[in-house]
């Protein structure tokens, strides 16, 4: 929560502190090399594939527990085949130290259990016995390609309302943008809507422009794919993408308000770690906002 004479620069440098970043587990280097990349105790996310395997992202945890970082392993609910499944996984999850999960319904077409989403795990009852209570759930910005938003604000009222009754602390982590534009307007409506959870909003790290793209596609952001593809302008012509722009309209909204809920960011790296460290690194500096103009990385 900044205070009223926070300067976009501040602001800028803030979020760069309190940023955490997306790696899937067989992109994750040695701790060796993941502490020279992220300063210690930062919050490292650990998807779970579509072929993904448990074990696969409790090693992943492991590592990043080894190189001082925090993980925050995801529990796609339609990856879960029995709730001695969902038992045993948690099970692991807090024997490895870990006490956060990132929770979300899964890009599986069906389910492969009893867990169609979110609220289904919630109401399994298996987390809060486990003790796990520190939770991020997803939002989407620009819509989902599948589901309505009425189910969607139905489905963080439900959220919402477990973790009141389990004193859960609870947080969301949005979808990448491309723009801030949608961001903002999704943050005005949840504010206006007393919705007060801290907020990351989800931004791709520097990478190329082609491949972004690709992944914006399978992702279902495919409106603002089309539009960034169209987009003239350095980033076009270099074939690179920066999340510096999203980054800076983020600060200015955080320097405009004298209190305001959480706000961070959280980079999707996409193979592209050692690239995001650094653009990170450039903004923690003091003169970070000239390290890092618009439109590079």
């Known amino acids: ?45 650990i998807p779970y594939p579509p072929k993904g395997r448990w074990p696969d992202t409790i090693a992943a945890c492991e590592q990043a527990l080894a190189a001082g970082m925090k993980p925050v392993p995801h529990l796609p609910a339609r990856s879960v085949r029995s709730a001695r499944e969902l038992d045993d996984w948690l099970a692991s999850v807090v024997e490895t130290g870990v006490d956060s999960l990132m929770l979300m319904a899964g890009d599986r077409a069906t389910p492969a259990g009893p867990y169609p989403d979110t609220p289904a795990l919630l109401d399994s009852g298996l987390l809060a016995e486990h003790g796990l209570r520190r939770l991020g759930v997803t939002s989407y910005p620009e819509g989902h390609p599948l589901i309505g938003q009425a189910d969607l604000d139905e489905a963080l009222r439900r959220k919402r309302e477990y973790a009141r009754a389990t004193g859960s602390e609870l947080w969301i982590v949005t979808q990448f943008v491309f723009s801030p534009s949608p961001a903002l307007a999704w943050l005005a409506r949840m504010r206006d809507a007393g919705c007060t959870l801290p907020v990351r909003i989800g931004l791709p790290g520097p990478v190329a422009l082609g491949a972004l793209i690709g992944y914006a596609v399978r992702s279902g952001v495919v409106a603002s794919a089309r539009a960034l593809k169209r987009k003239p302008g350095i980033a076009r012509l270099a074939g690179r993408w920066s999340p510096t722009p999203v980054a800076l309209a983020l600060a200015r909204h955080l320097a405009a308000r004298e209190t305001t809920p959480a706000l961070d960011i959280h980079l999707f790296t996409f193979g592209g770690l050692a690239d995001a460290a650094e653009w990170l690194s450039k903004l923690r500096k003091p003169d970070g906002l000239a390290a890092c103009p618009p439109g590079t990385s």
């Open 1 to 45: 929560m900044p205070p009223p004479s926070t300067t976009p620069r501040a602001a800028l440098r803030d979020l760069a502190l309190g940023a955490s970043v997306e790696i899937l587990p067989g992109q994750l280097p040695s701790p060796e090399v993941l502490a020279g990349h992220l300063p210690r105790g930062a919050s490292v996310y």
